[in-house]
T-cell receptor, first 111, second 116 residues
Framework: DQQVKQNSPSLSVQEGRISILNCDYT??????FLWYKKYPAEGPTFLIS?????DKNEDGRFTVFLNKSAKHLSLHIVPSQPGDSAVYFC??????????FGTGTRLQVFP | GAVVSQHPSWVICKSGTSVKIECRSL??????MFWYRQFPKQSLMLMAT?????????EQGVEKDKFLINHASLTLSTLTVTSAHPEDSSFYIC????????????FGSGTRLTVV
């Protein structure tokens, strides 16, 4: 039972354009969401997070949007850079403070 | 910033042997550490949660006698894969959370285990 889903396994974007990564969740009790970036054979690194009391959080080139009614969040990267190429995981905190990860989206930014 | 060191980064072992993976918080005290497992092209699946000085809490379907977790101090947790089999080959990642960090989960660099 996948409570956090990333339906696009991969995304290819041209350098300079916007990358939009999507994430859906099923548990309405989740109230904190995080995005992580992961390179092969490395641990995830934290990118940005959002609390359920907000609908948007921005940090430099990264913006996360949350639509609670739709149980949907998205990560926008603009402008996209080749160094952004990695696997991106969204995660939700459950009521026991455990991180529930999505299945990941592989982003490739090409010149 | 918070740093979590995980060793070894990769290990190859023979079937039937045991392997220990260490996870250390270098510049903060971690009351809680988490162990994840990732199969190729899949999500990170939480295996267990370890709290310093107490027994680990295992997720459903994870054999606690096979995956021994010890969290003896506020800076060190270990995962021992006992009697390893080829199906245990995976990428194992630890995560630590500091006492006073608000939702601050820091991940180790992971350990690639290959059982031959």
């Amino acid at each position: 039972d996948q409570q956090v889903k990333q339906n696009s396994p991969s995304l290819s974007v041209q350098e300079g354009r916007i990358s939009i990564l999507n994430c859906d969740y099923t548990n309405s009790m989740f109230d904190y969401f995080l995005w992580y970036k992961k390179y092969p054979a490395e641990g995830p690194t934290f990118l940005i997070s959002i609390s359920s009391i907000k609908d948007k959080n921005e940090d430099g080139r990264f913006t996360v949007f949350l639509n609670k009614s739709a149980k949907h969040l998205s990560l926008h990267i603009v402008p996209s850079q080749p160094g952004d190429s990695a696997v991106y995981f969204c995660a939700a905190l459950d009521n026991t403070d455990k991180l529930i990860f999505g299945t990941g989206t592989r982003l490739q930014v090409f010149p | 910033g918070a740093v979590v060191s995980q060793h070894p980064s990769w290990v190859i072992c023979k079937s039937g042997t045991s392997v220990k993976i260490e996870c250390r918080s270098l510049d903060f005290q971690a009351t809680t550490m988490f162990w994840y497992r990732q199969f190729p092209k899949q999500s990170l699946m939480l295996m267990a949660t370890s709290n310093e000085g107490s027994k680990a809490t295992y997720e459903q379907g994870v054999e606690k006698d096979k995956f021994l977790i010890n969290h003896a101090s506020l800076t060190l947790s270990t995962l021992t894969v006992t009697s390893a089999h080829p199906e245990d080959s995976s990428f194992y990642i630890c995560s630590a959370r500091a006492k006073k960090m608000d939702y601050g989960y820091t991940f180790g660099s992971g350990t690639r285990l290959t059982v031959v």
